[in-house]
C-alpha cells in the first residue's frame, strides 16, 4: 500500500459522536486525499491537501473536516457522526510532477466505519 | 456492510482467456487516465496508466487502449488468473493546471467485477 497506513481499521460508533480517522504516510508525498467508497456509487473526494495546513473542500465535504500539521499525517473528523456517513474511508498520495498533470495517487488499506 | 462489488457490472472469464474492460470517461479535455485494481477488503491498486498523447501502452499481462475520439479507455488482461479478479475501474484526470495551490483530482468510475472461474 505505497507505505500509507490507516487508523482505525475498522470502527463502530454511535449518532451523535465525533470520530477522527487517520491516515499516515513514509513517502513524504505532498498531495493526500480522503475519499469515501459506498456500494453504487464510485470514490468520492471528500477533502484533500496539498501541502501543511493546506486543505480544500471536494465533492461530498459536508459533516467532514479535516487538518493536516506535518507532511506524513492527514487527519478526517466526523464532528458528529450519522449513520449517512457510515462507508469504506480511503487514504490516497500522491506527488504531482511539475506543471499541469497529476501524479498516480496510491491508496491506503482503508477504514471500514459504521454508524448506529 | 455490502460489498463494493455490489450494483456493478460483471464480467465473467475463463480461466486462461483474455479479459477486455472497458470505461467510457466524462471528460474531453481530461489529459491522464490510469486503472486501479481493487480486491475484496483492500485499497484500490494502481495498474497503469496513459497519457492522453498516447493510444497505447503495455504492462506486464496488461495492455490500456486509449479512444480519445469516443472518450473510451479498455484495460486488456491476457492470460486471466484467479488472482484477476477483482473490480477494476478507471480513472480521469481533471486537473486545470498548474497554480501551486492547483489540485490534483481524479474522477473514478463505478468500476467492473471481473470474476475468473478456474
Known amino acids: 500500500d505505497a507505505g500509507i497506513t490507516q487508523s482505525p481499521r475498522h470502527k463502530v460508533t454511535e449518532t451523535g459522536t465525533p470520530v477522527t480517522l487517520r491516515c499516515h504516510q513514509t513517502?513524504?508525498?505532498?498531495?493526500m486525499y480522503w475519499y469515501r467508497q459506498d456500494p453504487g456509487h464510485g470514490l468520492r473526494l471528500i477533502h484533500y491537501?496539498?501541502?501543511?495546513?493546506?486543505?480544500d473542500k471536494g465533492e461530498v465535504s459536508d459533516g467532514y473536516s479535516v487538518s493536516r500539521s506535518k507532511t506524513e499525517d492527514f487527519l478526517l473528523t466526523l464532528e458528529s457522526a450519522t449513520s449517512s456517513q457510515t462507508s469504506v474511508y480511503f487514504c490516497a498520495i500522491s506527488e504531482p510532477l511539475r506543471g499541469p498533470r497529476t501524479d498516480t495517487q496510491y491508496f491506503g488499506p482503508g477504514t471500514r466505519l459504521t454508524v448506529l | 456492510g455490502e460489498s463494493v462489488g455490489l450494483h456493478l457490472p460483471t464480467l465473467s472469464v475463463q480461466e486462461g482467456d483474455n479479459s477486455i474492460i472497458n470505461c467510457a470517461y466524462s471528460n474531453s479535455a481530461s489529459d491522464y487516465f490510469i486503472w486501479y485494481k481493487q480486491e475484496s477488503g483492500k485499497g484500490p491498486q494502481f495498474i497503469i496508466d496513459i497519457r492522453s498523447n498516447m493510444d497505447k501502452r503495455q504492462g506486464q499481462r496488461v495492455t490500456v487502449l486509449l479512444n480519445k475520439t469516443v472518450k473510451h479507455l479498455s484495460l486488456q488482461i491476457a492470460a486471466t488468473q484467479p488472482g484477476d479478479s477483482a473490480v477494476y475501474f478507471c480513472?480521469?484526470?481533471?486537473?486545470?493546471?498548474?497554480?501551486?495551490?492547483?489540485?490534483?483530482?481524479?474522477?473514478f468510475g463505478k468500476g467492473t467485477l471481473l470474476t475468473v472461474n478456474p
Open positions: 491537501s496539498y501541502g501543511v495546513k493546506d486543505t
Open positions: 513517502e513524504n508525498h505532498r498531495y
Open positions: 480513472a480521469e484526470n481533471l486537473a486545470s493546471g498548474w497554480s501551486g495551490g492547483s489540485n490534483y483530482k481524479l474522477t
